[in-house]
């Protein structure tokens, strides 16, 4: 079954302040103690591609070529994501409605997008840890090559994704994250129990003790 944005959502188009607001807003507390925010992206079904859009072109709305790229990505590679799929949905049919405007995409389009741009992903949740997806590639996983800056993204309020950007700016255009900002969001409002871990294989799981471990997600 392909999970689209018109599924059990109600109104076509939504955004994080009247869905899971709470998570939303203490998340924005957190990030606003490393100065950074939550820049909102249309909860539309595409929010994780608007949000790498956003960080990589600086604008949401090139979110459909990078949908593309990344479909096309997993599709020449099926052997690292075909595992990840379940067994009841063949992967090239898995691959087929990824490709569709407004189908959900998660954890394995992350990996994709960090592997093909060749890019670290750090993604910002509540708890206090930053998860970083390397954009190695697969078989160079000790790579240190990247073609550009990590990109800063936020997951919160039940399955969606935000831009994440400096409190002072730039709000627009790309967002030049500042390097002493990077690290992970101190001190975590909740325990660890509260952070939900990508289901992409991981490398090494962070300590519960420090609040500047990271996951890295291979």
Do not use: W
Request: glycine share 6%; aromatic share 8%.
């Amino acid at each position: 079954m392909v999970r689209t944005h018109s599924e059990g959502q109600g109104s076509k188009r939504h955004s994080s302040k009247t869905h899971g607001y709470d998570d939303f807003t203490r998340l924005n507390r957190a990030l606003k103690k490393i100065g950074l925010y939550c820049k909102e992206m249309d909860g539309d079904g595409n929010c994780l591609f608007r949000a790498l859009a956003d960080q990589v072109d600086g604008t949401p709305d090139t979110h459909s070529r990078h949908r593309v790229a990344v479909c096309d990505y997993m599709d020449q590679h099926a052997d690292e994501f075909a595992p990840f799929i379940d067994e009841s949905q063949p992967f090239p049919q898995y691959v087929y409605n990824m490709r569709r405007l407004g189908v959900f995409a998660g954890n394995l389009e992350l990996v994709a997008f960090a592997r093909n741009y060749r890019v670290d992903i750090k993604v910002y949740q509540l708890g206090g840890n930053v998860f970083v997806i390397s954009g190695a590639p697969s078989d160079q996983p000790n790579s240190t090559q990247r073609n550009m800056p990590p990109v800063h993204i936020a997951y919160h309020s039940y399955e969606h994704y935000s831009s994440v950007r400096n409190r002072h700016g730039p709000h627009n255009g790309l967002p030049k994250i500042k390097a002493s900002s990077q690290d992970s969001i101190a001190p975590p409002l909740d325990d660890q129990a509260g952070v939900v871990l990508p289901k992409a294989a991981v490398k090494a799981r962070p300590s519960t003790h420090d609040s500047r471990a990271h996951c890295i997600i291979m």
